[in-house]
């Protein structure tokens, strides 16, 4: 379970996330959804402790991800994080992509890493792809590449941030399709997008985010089809028409 | 009144003498590469990674590079003289070259490792990598593509800086062709070989460093 309680966070003077409360039980999809800079892509980092927080508290299976004596690296094991922009390591062949945290970090033999990548790979539909360098990829392949990385390290929560955005509209579907497939397989995620679609249909609950705090928390159906909060349903209007 | 002059040609005898000359070219370019290069690596990391360094390192680097070689040596030379250890002439040049080469390495270094793009350090960090992991297997292999070809020219520059060394006695390939011209008179027979010489040290390097870069690719 991932609580968040009260969740400040400023860049110099600019204050991006405003007491944000939050809770994500084990095998939900939470989808946060609201405009640009509105504070969702950061929230994710700060779960990750990639951002450090100036208020409030994130917990992390009873671990508090911003406390001085956390082992950030080991609680990172946990939580996989995929990004907007792909971030395959350009210089490993895709199969080492995958390979490579499970040997660095969790010291498992090379044959048993390398194993593991191609069944990682076969999950998001690489596996011919193995031997290939990421320059050689699509931007959807890139970013499936970078799921299977993530789910390498058997993490317990996933967490996506807008990892659709940068793709071409026709490579969307099959990341998209991956995501469904990692939802029923019941895995807990937390899915930053602004395709409202998925949202609606992939998603457990959406919080809609503005300005740093949370307008709109609920059922994703009812948040998307029936918003409460006259910020929600602009927002939705401009996305839908 | 007749003259003689104390000039005498070119002599196979003379050989061994350039050859020594050659040998003493290599061995101080190899001792400054080595050496500046480990330098380098340490002082582009920290200055890359560790905001207090690059403070403190400003002066050495912005010296290091400002003051022409030349009277680098001279000075470091004086400097151990005055001090009463007065330093061989190789070791002259080795501490001049190697401080030389570690400000030159450094810059390279701190580029190369400044081309990682913050998100690839992120995306290796989230997977659970500490700060050396991430360094050792995602941004040094990436930095030293950028670094390597740069590098190499630096090499290819120290080699032929060597040659100034010859103001503090050291006898380099230079200082043994000028010696030479001195007794034989045939100062362009004699600096058309030296330039020989030198195109055969730093031709391989730069044939080599062409191989090298194409196994980098990754595209």
């Known amino acids: 379970m991932i609580e968040i309680e009260n969740v400040r966070k400023s860049f110099g003077t600019l204050e991006v996330l405003k007491g944000i409360n939050l809770s994500i039980e084990k095998g939900e999809v939470l989808c946060l959804i609201g405009g640009s800079g509105s504070g969702k892509s950061t929230l994710l980092q700060c779960i990750n402790g990639l951002q450090s927080i100036q208020g409030g508290n994130i917990i992390v299976d009873g671990t508090n991800v911003h406390a001085r004596d956390t082992n950030l690296n080991t609680l990172r094991q946990k939580l996989g994080i995929v990004f907007q922009q792909y971030n395959a390591f350009p210089h490993l062949t895709a199969l080492e992509n995958v390979a490579l945290a499970p040997r660095v970090v969790k010291k498992q033999s090379r044959r048993d890493a390398l194993d593991l990548a191609r069944e990682h790979l076969d999950y998001v539909g690489l596996g011919s792809k193995a031997d290939m360098k990421p320059s050689g990829l699509s931007g959807g392949q890139q970013q499936r590449l970078a799921i299977a990385r993530a789910l390498a390290m058997k993490p317990a929560y996933m967490l996506f941030d807008e990892v659709t955005s940068a793709l071409d509209p026709e490579l969307v579907g099959e990341v998209l399709d991956t995501l469904r497939k990692l939802k029923e397989s019941g895995m807990t995620m937390i899915v930053v997008t602004h395709d409202v679609a998925f949202a609606r249909e992939s998603g457990d609950r959406v919080a809609f985010f503005d300005q740093g705090v949370i307008c709109e928390l609920g059922p994703a159906r009812q948040v998307i089809n029936d918003p409460k909060e006259e910020r929600t349903r602009q927002f939705l209007q401009r996305v839908l028409h | ?219």
């Open chain 2, 1 to 219: 009144m007749q003259f003689q002059l104390p000039y005498s040609g070119l002599q196979w005898s003379d050989l061994p003498y350039v050859l020594l000359g050659v040998w003493n070219t290599l061995i101080l370019t190899l001792a400054a590469a080595t050496f500046g290069t480990l330098i380098g690596v340490v002082i582009g990391w920290l200055r890359q990674d560790v905001p207090v360094a690059r403070v403190v390192l400003a002066p050495y680097v912005d010296v290091t590079r400002s003051v022409p070689l030349i009277i680098q040596f001279i000075l470091v030379n004086s400097s151990f003289a005055l001090a009463g250890i007065p330093l061989e002439p190789l070791w002259v040049g080795v501490i001049v070259l190697s401080l030389y080469m570690g400000v030159l390495t450094s810059e390279l270094v701190r580029a190369g490792l400044g081309a990682v793009r913050f998100q690839l350090k992120w995306a290796s960090r989230s997977l659970g990598m500490s700060y050396w992991q991430e360094l050792r297997y995602v941004s040094a292999p990436l930095a030293l593509r950028t670094f390597f070809p740069g590098w190499i020219g630096t090499v290819i520059a120290l080699t032929k800086d060597t040659a100034l060394v010859s103001v503090v006695g050291y006898v380099e390939l230079l200082r043994a062709s000028q010696v030479l011209i001195n007794r034989t008179n045939e100062a362009l027979l004699v600096l058309a070989g030296t330039g020989l010489f030198y195109f055969a040290i730093c031709y391989p390097i730069s044939l080599y460093s062409r191989r090298l870069e194409r196994t980098f690719q990754h595209d």
